[in-house]
């Protein structure tokens, strides 16, 4: 891992011909992710009362409180990747996680709202997709590394290198 990686510096990544400063996420724009899940737990269970009783509707409401509490981005990305038996990975890999993690990337190096991302990558998913990984990628440097490792083992073990093939 070099320098840029372990201080966490932008990298530029190209969109349609626009040069865009992605920084890796920090441990508060994690948090800020895993409030953003919790909050659609319940407001998903307030919105789904209508015309109940006020007992049925502390039930419900403690039980989202208590699901959503226990949603952690932390458990969902030990490893180095989003795991999707993690609940937490439905909402990072949602079109809106996806999207509020590109912007929680780009915002430390310009003002930017999660209004302007969804029109500047508009129906493009494959994009979306894209940049989202570029966003994990440098967000979690294992990830590259663990890749890396890989390739130069596979050189180790008697494949040419291409510094040494001429």
């Given at each position: ?7 966490g510096?932008?990298?530029e ?23 953003w899940?919790?909050?659609?737990v ?6 789904s ?13 403690k ?20 795991d ?6 439905v909402?990072?890999?949602s079109?809106?996680?996806m ?26 998913m ?8 570029k966003?994990?990628?440098i ?6 590394s ?15 290198s ?5």
């Amino acid at each position: 891992m070099g320098l840029a990686e372990s201080t966490g510096a932008p990298v530029e990544y190209e969109f349609n011909d626009e040069k865009i400063m992605l920084s890796p996420l920090t441990f508060l724009d994690w948090g800020k992710l895993e409030q953003w899940m919790r909050s659609q737990v319940i407001s998903a269970a307030a919105a789904s009362l209508n015309d109940i009783s006020a007992d049925k509707w502390s039930t419900v409401m403690k039980a989202a409180n208590w699901t959503a509490a226990r949603l952690s981005v932390t458990k969902c990305l030990l490893g180095g990747s989003v795991d999707e038996d993690k609940e937490p990975a439905v909402f990072l890999r949602s079109i809106e996680g996806m999207l509020r993690m590109i912007l929680l990337s780009m915002q430390h190096e310009r003002k930017i709202d999660l209004s302007e991302i969804s029109a500047l990558l508009g129906s493009d998913m494959e994009s979306l997709v894209d940049m989202w990984a570029k966003v994990m990628d440098i967000s979690m440097p294992s990830r590259e590394s663990d890749k890396n490792d890989e390739d130069e083992s596979k050189n180790a073990q008697g494949t040419e290198s291409p510094e040494t093939s001429t």
